[in-house]
T-cell receptor
């Protein structure tokens, strides 16, 4: 799977939007962009994924650059419960049942 | 999303003893289960991949005789840490996969192992 680059940490005020960036300049045409997050002392949970078009769900939005070399996870109103490590992961749609490979992710702190 | 459970959620054991961790997919059949290990402030590291009814495939550097993985059914995989040492203390996380067509991975809540 292609590599991703994320900032080590970010901070946000409660109730404000948060934009978490991810660079993936070596992305291939069949790579999906996945975002997972891990709350303290818990297993990772799925947030959102996309291929080319922007995606929205109840948790977040995913904005994908036109050249697909970067993407941004958007939390529209950060809450204290959103404090977690967010992982941006590329997964080849042709890879079959291969495991997700986690990088270092971005540790998001939310300030009340 | 689908639900994966782990048991126990935390365990403390003495050096030299063995500990078994169970991973169950509650509402789907996991043809493949993955085991990860996570040290404090670090990312998840894949330990092994197991397919139902087959021997597990271990990542480089993971001792297969120390970390015994069994995937006897489509809903249960177990990880046994044999002759545990304090350096085996870690957060162990399993995930199940098997729902086509996307083969999404669903993660368990993790098991914190402390070896005294």
């Amino acid at each position: 799977d292609a590599k991703t680059t994320q900032p080590n940490s970010m901070e946000s005020n409660e109730e404000e939007p948060v934009h978490l960036p991810c660079n993936h300049s070596t992305i291939s045409g069949t790579d999906y962009i996945h975002w997972y997050r891990q709350l303290p002392s818990q297993g990772p949970e799925y947030v959102i994924h996309g291929l080319t078009s922007n995606v929205n769900n109840r948790m977040a939005s995913l904005a994908i650059a036109e050249d697909r070399k970067s993407s941004t996870l958007i939390l529209h109103r950060a809450t204290l419960r959103d404090a977690a490590v967010y992982y941006c992961i590329l997964r080849d749609s042709n890879s079959g049942n291969t495991p997700l490979v986690f990088g270092k992710g971005t540790r998001l702190s939310v300030i009340a | 999303g689908a639900v994966v459970s782990q048991h126990p959620s935390r365990v403390i054991c003495k050096s030299g003893t063995s500990v078994k961790i169970e991973c169950r997919s509650l509402d789907f059949q996991a043809t493949t289960m993955f085991w990860y290990r996570q040290f404090p402030k670090k990312s998840l590291m894949l330990m092994a991949t197991s397919n139902e009814g087959s021997k597990a495939t271990y990542e480089q550097g993971v001792e297969k005789d120390k970390f015994l993985i069994n995937h006897a059914s489509l809903t249960l995989s177990t990880l046994t840490v044999t002759s545990a040492h304090p350096e085996d203390s870690s957060f162990y996380i399993c995930s199940g996969s098997g729902r086509a067509p996307y083969n999404e991975q669903f993660f368990g809540p993790g098991t914190r192992l402390t070896v005294l």
